[in-house]
């Protein structure tokens, strides 16, 4: 295998985008003048310099070095810290009509890539062997959602992301609608800032070390997730995206190997839990090792291993109207129907005065009840203040975690690296039956 080119997708569907190039760019073979220029939609084509275009690509004379400006690219979309900043990116950059809009591509090398994504997941400062094994991870992760996106065009009409009824409806997220590039830039798929978050002799070091690593499972190569914060257990794969066992996706303790594992999915066991810190590499307020896993923006979040939300009857009605488009009237009840092996709900019953509905799964479940992204799913609810009716007026989430919880938990890698653990031993404790393989 060559080390190959990655189409990422980072201002999408846009009308009008503004970019900046240096000299060393080349349009049909033209050397474009280093300046500011922009290019929107008009009826179906990108308007760039007065000429109508089907297709812009921008080519990079040297793919390593070369770098240009997106004005305004939206980070953390959807999430309580979205916001917008000018991003710079090694490679080219083509621009494409997407659903009316305008869509922004870099094209990059792997491995520069992967510079990039370690600089903008985790802190530049990490410890070492943290960052080998995210590189090991990410490029694991990358390379498997490229053979996955060259199997749904040949074969995507078999493949569903939702199972919907009358009274349910079950939808998991993840890649598959990015058909025009490898993965986005956002935290739907890995957080990619370009070279705009500074990077560190260390983590090119890093990179080189590790090129072309990724992990294995027999000849496959491993889709390798990772969130921030397990709660102190991994979930399986197959209770957050489609219903494929992957034997080093599975449920297990975020503690040392001997540590008991509790029936997650059994809802007494579950609340029991929740409600208590339990040890876990995880479960930690070191902020030194906090701040070599998360970003500024990331620290904006004090709670993770264990957290708390409460939401009045007026403001849970109305969010989850204005989330889910579904008028549920006065809620009633929110009732856990089934829980992965992390104690995430998969399966959420919704009560309400006017509807019953049970949604899923996890990233649902979390859309539906925050404005941008809840925490994780794994949580109990306290109702307090009844009215007159019996209908509650106070509805208290005591919850786990932060994120989908499958893979690698980004705190629990960092707090074993610090315990001297090495990436191959990170590795195998998160992703058990795997192998670490050269590729390239």
């Known amino acids: ?36 220029y922009s290019v929107e939609v008009t009826d179906g084509k990108l308007l760039f310099n007065g000429e109508a275009f089907d297709e812009l690509a921008f080519e990079a ?33 083509k621009f494409i009509v997407e659903n009316g809009g305008v869509s922004a591509i870099n094209i990059i090398s792997l491995e520069d890539y992967l510079t990039s994504v370690i600089s903008s997941e985790m802190s530049a400062t990490s410890s070492e062997e ?52 490898d993965v986005c830039a956002d935290d739907h798929c890995q957080r990619y800032q370009g070279i705009t978050r500074q990077s560190t002799p260390l983590v090119r070091q890093v990179i080189d070390r590790t090129r072309g690593e990724a992990l294995m499972f027999g000849n496959e190569i491993c889709d390798a997730r990772f969130s921030k914060c397990c709660g102190g257990v991994t ?40 409600r208590s ?10 902020a030194q090792v906090l701040k070599q896993v998360l970003n500024d923006y990331d620290r904006e979040t004090a709670d993770f291993y264990r957290w708390k939300i409460t939401y009045s009857q007026e403001g849970l009605s109305t969010l989850i109207r204005e989330r889910s488009g579904i008028d549920f009237g006065e809620i009633i009840a929110l009732q856990p129907l089934e829980r992965g092996t992390s104690g ?28 941008s992204h809840l925490y994780s799913s794994a949580f109990v609810v306290d109702t307090q203040d009844e009215d007159e009716n019996g209908i509650p007026q106070t509805f208290t989430l005591t919850g786990a975690g932060w994120g989908h919880g499958v893979g690698l938990c980004q705190i629990g ?16 404790h998160y992703f058990p039956q795997s192998k670490i393989i050269r590729n390239y």
């Not at 998969?346 to 309400?352: A, E, M, N, T």
């Open 130 to 181: 943290l960052l080998k094994a995210h590189a090991v991870i990410s490029r694991s992760w990358l390379l498997a959602q490229i053979l996955k996106n060259q199997d749904l065009k040949s074969d995507g009409a078999n493949y569903r992301t939702s199972f919907e009824a009358p009274t349910e409806i079950i939808r998991w997220y993840d890649r598959e609608d990015h058909f025009n590039f």
């Open 61 to 93: 004379d040297d793919l390593h070095h070369n770098a240009f400006v997106l004005r305004d690219v939206i980070i953390g979309v959807q999430f309580h810290w979205e916001r917008r900043e000018d991003q710079h990116f090694l490679g080219s950059l």
């Open 413 to 428: 890698a960092a707090i074993m690296a610090e315990k001297g653990y090495t990436y191959q031993q990170i590795l195998e």
């Open 344 to 371: 995430r709900i998969i399966r959420l019953k919704i009560i309400g005065t006017e509807r019953v509905m049970t949604i899923g799964k996890e990233l649902e479940i979390r859309r539906t009840l925050s404005k």
């Open 1 to 36: 295998m060559k080390e190959p080119l990655i189409h990422v997708g980072i201002l999408l569907q846009q009308q009008k985008i503004d970019f900046s190039l240096p000299s060393g760019y080349t349009l049909n073979s033209r050397n474009m003048q280093a300046g500011d």
């Open 277 to 286: 810190s339990p040890p876990a590499f995880c479960n930690t307020q070191d």
């Open 235 to 274: 979930e399986t794969f197959e209770n957050v995206w489609e219903p494929v066992v992957h034997p080093y996706l599975q449920a297990k303790p975020d503690h040392r190997e001997d540590s008991p594992l509790p029936d997650l999915t059994v809802e007494e066991n579950a609340e029991e839990w929740i």
